[in-house]
T-cell receptor, first 115, second 113 residues
């Protein structure tokens, strides 16, 4: 089974702190994604990566950055956390192969509260 | 550009009743379509997918969906709801050639005893 692991289920941080959310996948997937999930808004794409050291902005990248130094790991960074970044963060991965059909596999999520 | 609309943010059914969750999409190319389910405090799990071929797609836990090109719809159904089906359901369309998914806003399914 594909496993996508997010390092924390719950995080509480202070306004202005630098926050790291870590995601690791064990299926050698090329693609990795970070979403935030808010009630009534569904999933919104923050950043994604097609390969090591590559990153692309999604729909809501402001206030976030990412790092992908190894294929299996994709980190989301909040440079200076703000209260409006309180949300559920979901990481996903997918294969770039032609038979992969764009199926994404998700981690359990990190619920971040910024006080 | 692709988009997805889920009609109804909350759906409530009685146990044993038909479940119908609606999804309409917009796509300029033949789409890949997905339904994902999210149980409380968990990530998203793939329920079923449509790529090509048969338009009636069967998924896990007794769910199925029918791709109707003329109606640009991909509604999710289950003949008889179980309490364990209570969850949030997301419809998604694949953005062609990018690997990205475009998600709808989600529908919360409540199952009453």
């Amino acid at each position: 089974d594909v496993k996508v692991t997010q390092s924390s289920r719950y995080l509480v941080k202070r306004t202005g702190e630098k926050v790291f959310l870590e995601c690791v996948q064990d299926m050698d997937h090329e693609n990795m994604f970070w979403y935030r999930q808010d009630p009534g808004l569904g999933l919104r794409l923050i950043y994604f990566s097609y390969d090591v050291k590559m990153k692309e902005k999604g729909d809501i990248p402001e206030g976030y950055s990412v790092s992908r130094e190894k294929k299996e790991r994709f980190s989301l960074i909040l440079e200076s956390a703000s209260t409006n970044q309180t949300s559920m963060y979901l990481c996903a991965s997918s294969s770039a192969g032609t038979g992969a059909l764009d199926i994404q596999y998700f981690g359990a999520g990190t619920r971040l509260s910024v006080l | 550009a692709q988009s997805v609309t889920q009609l109804g943010s909350h759906v409530s059914v009685s146990e044993g009743a038909l479940v119908l969750l609606r999804c309409n999409y917009s796509s300029s190319v033949p789409p890949y379509l997905f339904w994902y389910v999210q149980y409380p405090n968990q990530g998203l799990q793939l329920l079923l997918k449509y790529t090509t071929g048969a338009t009636l797609v069967k998924g896990i836990n007794g769910f199925e969906a029918e791709f109707k090109k003329s109606e640009t719809s991909f509604h999710l159904t289950k003949p008889s709801a179980h309490m364990s089906d209570a969850a949030e359901y997301f419809c998604a369309v694949s953005e062609s050639n990018t690997g990205k998914l475009i998600f709808g806003q989600g529908t919360t399914l409540q199952v009453k005893p």
